[in-house]
């Protein structure tokens, strides 16, 4: 069965920390493997993409890994600000003829002054 | 670049009233075109999909139904709206195509039935 699973479900930071969120799935055949950002009643953002060959990609401060083998992937915020308080989603396609999507639950990340 | 507008942004609405949320899409031709719903605390849940004008697919049998009259026009109506029907619903469009079949959302529109 195809599956995403994120942890944590929510993680509290002091502003200026470190933090990384996981991805782990279980989606067959594998395509890519995308990091998103999504605010408060806001519709989300892509942050980064990372294909089959591909283990680590870089936006600024984001900086998402991805281990093919394992099935696992890593989403790394360094040096926290007040505005990467969202939640983050991880989502892998399956490419089948056609792009099957499966989104993970998702990381609700809160970043305190 | 692709720019995708819903509306309206919030709704509320009364149990049995109908529902009509519209989505286009700026920037590209011919795109696959999206609805879905996210529940608090979970992952977003595909309803219909279209890769063309008048083609709908259904994800999930529900009390929703999607048409696409115009090539970069998406629209989710009901006739009869339930209580669990409430929540954030989001368009997105992908490229058709396209190598990695990415995303791209709407803004989302907030449907709260009371």
């Known amino acids: 069965k195809n599956q995403v699973e994120q942890s944590p479900q929510s993680l509290i930071i002091l502003e200026g920390k470190n933090c990384t969120l996981q991805c782990n799935y279980t989606v067959s055949p594998f395509s890519n493997l995308r990091w998103y950002k999504q605010d408060t009643g806001r519709g989300p953002v892509s942050l980064t993409i990372m294909t089959f060959s591909e283990n680590t990609k870089s936006n600024g401060r984001y900086t998402a890994t991805l281990d093919a083998d394992t099935k696992q992937s890593s989403l790394h915020i360094t040096a926290s600000q007040l505005s990467d308080s969202a939640s983050y989603i991880c989502v892998v396609s399956a490419n089948t003829g056609g792009f099957k999507t499966i989104f993970g639950a998702g990381t609700r990340l809160f970043v305190k002054a | 670049s692709q720019t995708i507008h819903q509306w309206p942004a919030t709704l509320v609405q009364p149990v049995g009233s109908p529902l009509s949320l519209e989505c286009t899409v700026e920037g590209t031709s011919n795109p696959n075109l999206y609805w879905y719903r996210q529940a608090a605390g979970r992952g977003l849940q595909l309803l219909f999909y279209s890769v063309g004008i008048g083609q709908i697919s259904s994800e999930v049998p529900q009390n929703l139904s999607a048409s696409r009259p115009q090539d970069r026009q998406f629209i989710l109506s009901s006739k009869k709206l339930l209580l669990s029907d409430s929540g954030f619903y989001l368009c997105?469009?992908?490229?058709?195509?396209?190598?990695?079949?990415?995303?791209?959302f709407g803004e989302g529109s907030r449907l709260t039935v009371l």
């Open positions: 997105a469009c992908s490229f058709r195509g396209g190598r990695t079949g990415e995303l791209f």
